[in-house]
């Protein structure tokens, strides 16, 4: 299973972006999705995922409400829509596949593929 995110970039703040997550090898509804960030000198932290099954998503609390996930099935591709972006989310975002269980969603460990990471900058 291969994983490429893309659609970083330098956005003000305040403004939106949509990352991108393509999905090979294996079905992208096959697997739960998730979005994991690390900014610079910060571990690497849990921001959104989708489970495989209803497709039901979760959100850190600090992106909730601004950060929206969701997938393709027929591109096999999977989502990161961000809005309202703010210096705090400067990060490189990077997307990953497994199954964990519904408790441990949260937990980078929990996932067994990765992609190389997007960088996203906001200026302020």
């Known amino acids: 299973v291969q994983l490429q995110a893309s659609g970083g970039g330098l956005v003000q703040a305040g403004g939106s972006l949509r990352l991108s997550c393509a999905v090979s090898g294996r079905t992208v509804s096959s697997y739960g999705m998730a979005w994991f960030r690390q900014a610079p000198g910060k571990e690497r932290e849990f921001v959104a995922t989708?489970?495989?099954?209803?497709?039901?998503?979760y959100y850190a609390d600090s992106v909730k409400g601004r950060f929206t996930m969701s997938r393709d099935n027929a591109k096999n591709i999977v989502y990161l829509q961000m809005s309202s972006l703010n210096a705090e989310d400067t990060a490189v975002y990077y997307c990953a596949g497994g199954r964990p269980i519904l408790s441990n969603v949260r937990n980078r460990d929990a996932y067994n593929y990765w992609g190389q990471g997007t960088q996203v900058t906001v200026s302020s």
């Open positions: 989708m489970r495989a099954s209803g497709g039901a998503t």
